[in-house]
């Protein structure tokens, strides 16, 4: 698994509806896991995280000063490195 740094407008995902309490916790916490997003063909594709994403974006279009910023973490998944591979103790087994 890679982790990295992206801006918000570098990943492609879905604006999906979201709760009021998840957004409160993006404005005291921030995210506490990063995005997982797959690279297909130069661009990062939401995998997990939309309801982050679209609650981040409402965020910064209320408050462009918004403290945590318009970056994220995201962790590559399957981008052909056997680091980013999904490891096999989050696999479902049964």
Known sequence: MRIRRFHLNQIR???TEY???LKASILRIGFSLPIRASLQDDKLICLDG???LSALEDILNENP???RGDYVYVEIMDNGDSRSN???R???LH
């Open 13 to 15: 995902y879905n604006k």
């Open 19 to 21: 709760s009021a309490s």
């Open 50 to 52: 939309h309801k982050r």
């Open 65 to 67: 000063d918004y403290k």
């Open 86 to 88: 999904d490891s096999w």
């Open 90 to 92: 989050r696999r479902n």
